[in-house]
Each structure stands twice: as C-alpha cells, then as structure tokens.
C-alpha cells in the first residue's frame, strides 16, 4: 500500500515509489527525499543522478518553485532528469 508523504499527491507518491523500488534493484544507493532536494537521488557508476517527478501542476501554478527547484539541483549533482505525468480527468 502507497501512503503519500506530507507533501505529494498519489500519483505523485505512486510514481516515486516506483522508481524508488525498480532503481533499487540496480543500487542501495538511493534516496527519496521530499523537500527541497529532488524526489530520488541515487549513485551509480561514481556518478551522482537526481529524479524529479512532477504532476504538471508544478509547470502551471508554480513556475517560479520550480525554477528554484532546478537551479537548487545543479548545485551539487552531475545528472538531472525529470519525469512528468500528465494525468487526465
């Protein structure tokens, strides 16, 4: 069962469960974070990658949270990857 943290949606929380368990397979270097870090963070190959799962409500009412977001991100990781989930009702 997916309980969402403090902050996140279900299909928020769903997706980044997802991810966490099928990049686990690969590395015990993973994190999830809720914050102000990305969603996961894992290591693989000495390199260090971010995932930043957003539900597209980000990219319409909070432009600048997430311009923040991303420039907080560069500061300290090499690979940045989004992943964006259109949900339609």
Same mark, same amino acid.
């Given at each position: 069962?997916?309980?969402?943290?403090?902050?996140?949606?279900?299909?928020?929380?769903?997706?980044?469960?997802?991810?966490?368990?099928?990049?686990?397979?690969?590395?015990?270097?993973?994190?999830?974070?809720?914050?102000? #870090?990305?969603?996961?963070?894992?290591?693989?190959? +000495?390199? !260090?990658?971010?995932? @930043?799962?957003?539900?597209?409500?980000? /990219? $319409?009412?909070? #432009?600048?949270?997430?311009?923040?977001?991303?420039? +907080?991100? !560069?500061?300290?990781? @090499?690979?940045?990857?989004?992943?964006? /989930? $259109?949900?339609? #009702?």
């Amino acid at each position: 069962m997916i309980f969402p943290r403090s902050n996140e949606s279900l299909p928020h929380a769903f997706m980044c469960y997802q991810l966490y368990y099928f990049i686990r397979k690969f590395t015990d270097k993973v994190k999830m974070y809720e914050t102000l #870090k990305p969603d996961i963070v894992f290591e693989a190959n +000495n390199k !260090k990658y971010a995932i @930043e799962v957003e539900t597209g409500i980000a /990219l $319409v009412h909070r #432009k600048k949270l997430l311009d923040k977001k991303i420039e +907080n991100l !560069k500061k300290f990781l @090499e690979i940045i990857g989004f992943l964006l /989930l $259109v949900i339609e #009702k």
